[in-house]
């Protein structure tokens, strides 16, 4: 059996199992989805509140937050068995266990456990996003292939992010709750313009964690919407790009922790 069908097993394993419950899975979806539109209603007072912000309306903000939403619900998805890494592996010594299976430890953690529960994000971003393209004036519809472009390399580089927690786990046993300013933190900065940052901070989320390569310059091309900060527009083309380097980076910083792993435990 490869890779792929293996995968394909054991998340088909997970999604029956939390179906079993379907009671549960549904209320906990639907919270999920409600939890995140109370998070855009905030968004959407502002912008009536005020109009517009630092030039921008609520119809491509709203396109900034569907995109990096929806991202970040595949990579919540995806990625459990890396959010759970350190206390779930390392501190209990079970991560011994997976190193003496005749597979890939990646492939294994992505198939602890196929999260159903994220599809209220994902159902929610996905809904916002779609009105945001269909109000907005100057939508270019053939840039709108870029939509999935920039949601692939959304999911990849929210996945590394969890996979650097996890591998930060090889030194600290525990998971670090300030990933959690990458992830939850990422997709609230997501949302927003990058012009309204400081110089810093807007360096730090284009190269260092290039969440404004996956949602903000992908949006300026597709609503041709100038950009304040001079970047052209046919860059928004290729930033989804930076999201697969990022998960590079850390798949790399992975192997460097498993290599020097020297077992743990209770």
């Known amino acids: 059996m490869n890779g792929f069908s293996l995968y394909c097993r054991m998340a088909r394993a997970s999604m029956m199992a939390q179906l079993r419950y379907p009671g549960s899975f549904a209320l906990q979806s639907t ?7 109370l998070s855009f209603g905030g968004l ?12 921008w309306d609520l119809v491509t903000v709203a396109m900034l937050y569907g995109l990096v939403n929806v991202a970040f619900s595949l990579a919540e998805a995806l990625g459990r068995g890396f959010d759970v890494f350190g206390g779930e592996y390392v ?21 602890h456990e196929l ?3 994220p599809i209220g994000r994902f159902l929610q971003g996905t809904l916002v996003l779609g009105v945001a393209l ?47 300013l990458l992830t939850y933190g990422g997709v609230e900065a997501g949302q927003y313009p990058l012009n309204l940052f400081s110089r810093w901070l807007r360096v730090f989320l284009t190269w260092v964690l290039p969440l404004s390569a996956i949602c903000y310059y992908p949006a300026l091309l597709i609503t041709r919407h100038p950009d304040p900060l001079g ?8 930033s989804p790009a930076l999201g697969f380097v990022f998960l590079g980076v850390m798949v790399t910083v ?9 077992s743990s435990g209770s």
């Open 231 to 238: 970047i052209p527009l046919w860059f928004g083309a290729v």
């Open 254 to 262: 992975w192997s460097r922790g498993v290599s020097g792993y020297v």
């Open 91 to 111: 501190r209990t010594g079970a991560f011994d266990r997976l190193l003496l299976r005749p597979r890939s430890t990646l492939l294994l953690l992505l198939g």
């Open 115 to 117: 999260q159903l529960r």
């Open 134 to 180: 269909a109000r907005a004036p100057r939508v270019s519809w053939d840039a709108i292939i870029l939509v999935p472009w920039a949601v692939m390399g959304g999911a990849v580089m929210f996945l590394g992010v969890l996979i650097g927690q996890a591998a930060m786990s090889f030194v600290t046993v525990e998971g670090l709750e300030v990933f959690n």
């Open 44 to 55: 959407w007072g502002l912008f009536h509140r005020f109009g517009s912000i630092g030039g």
């Open 31 to 37: 919270g999920h989805f409600i939890t995140t539109i």
